[in-house]
């Protein structure tokens, strides 16, 4: 999919044609798109097509012609009959004219700024590429920020389920929390490198409000690394829980399963005792046998009063 945009009052609006000062957004695009685009702009064809590989790096390149940026921005998908997080490389090709985007899925921070549904949408304009470029950093930073909070929130819910009852399965929705919080610190460090490096490059900090758009950046993606480390440890803490609590009642479970062999042992030792083919007390007694299952109902309850004093009966 492609969508050419312009600019109206700090807003994009659809066109039909790729001239200058507009914004090309390419949405796991197809082979004749890719074709369109690098013969209209002259672009190298592997810098349109380097976010279309899922496991490729993030990095910048700068060629006389154009500027790439390709950077992991957050996504959500379904996996497993649940929804997960997960990251998707976006690259940003800036050239003299145009802002070309390309990703392998539709991605929040993209979408958001295409809907307008951003912080200072006012100064947003495509002939300063650079200053738009940065608001799409902002969005991605604050996009893992909301990410995050939902995993806080999910974290939270599944607490609370844990409190009533635990489940096999929240030890393997935990493991898939913290495994998205692994992926989402790889990419926010990495992405953290990319800005910071973008950050000493003139081309992207032209004026003071480039700068102070920059720093914003800075801040949220640092501020977005920091929420990761800090849920990842909860995360941690909270599998550990779950983990020592289904130990603890398959260890109850097998102390209360011992206890009753111990109980019914009672009773198979004296009935066995009193089966022998051999001369016992009180063996001709007419009514030994309701003797024998008083005696051996009084010692089993004897038995689980002695247990449940010592903690090993419920």
């Not at 062999?261 to 089966?275: A, D, E, K």
Request: overall charge negative; aromatic content about 8%; some cysteine.
């Amino acid at each position: 999919m492609i969508d050419v945009y312009v600019m109206e009052n700090g807003r994009p609006v659809k066109t039909d044609e790729i001239g200058e000062d507009v914004w090309i957004n390419m949405v796991n695009p197809t082979t004749e798109e890719i074709d369109l685009v690098q013969r209209t702009l002259g672009i190298d064809r592997e810098a349109l097509t380097a976010a279309l590989d899922d496991e490729e790096g993030s990095r910048t390149e700068v060629t006389p012609e154009y500027t790439l940026i390709l950077i992991d921005a957050p996504a959500r998908e379904w996996r497993n009959g649940r929804e997960e997080f997960a990251t998707y490389p976006l690259s940003i090709t800036v050239t003299d004219t145009v802002i070309v985007t390309v990703s392998l899925m539709e991605l929040f921070a993209v979408s958001n700024m295409i809907s307008g549904k951003m912080k200072n949408t006012s100064a947003v304009n495509l002939c300063n590429r650079p200053r738009f470029v940065l608001q799409i950093l902002l969005r991605i930073a604050l996009n893992y920020q909301a990410d995050l909070k939902y995993i806080e929130v999910k974290r939270i819910a599944m607490e609370e389920s844990i409190r009533k009852a635990t489940r096999r399965d929240d030890l393997f929705e935990l493991h898939e929390l913290e495994s998205n919080l692994v992926y989402f610190k790889t990419s926010l460090s990495v992405n953290a490198s990319i800005i910071e490096r973008m950050g000493k490059q003139s081309r992207f900090v032209s004026s003071e409000d480039d700068r102070e758009l920059l720093d914003d950046v800075v801040i949220e993606t640092n501020q977005a690394l920091e929420m990761t480390d800090t849920y990842s440890q909860i995360i941690k803490g909270t599998r550990q829980l779950v983990e020592s609590d289904i130990n603890n009642s398959l260890a109850t479970v097998m102390k209360f399963l011992a206890s009753i062999t111990l109980v019914l042992s009672i009773p198979t030792m004296l009935f066995s005792y009193y089966g022998m083919n051999i001369n016992l007390p009180m063996a001709d007694y007419t009514y030994m046998w309701i003797v024998i299952i008083c005696i051996t109902i009084a010692v089993c309850v004897a038995m689980m009063l002695l247990l449940r004093r010592r903690g090993l009966w419920r």
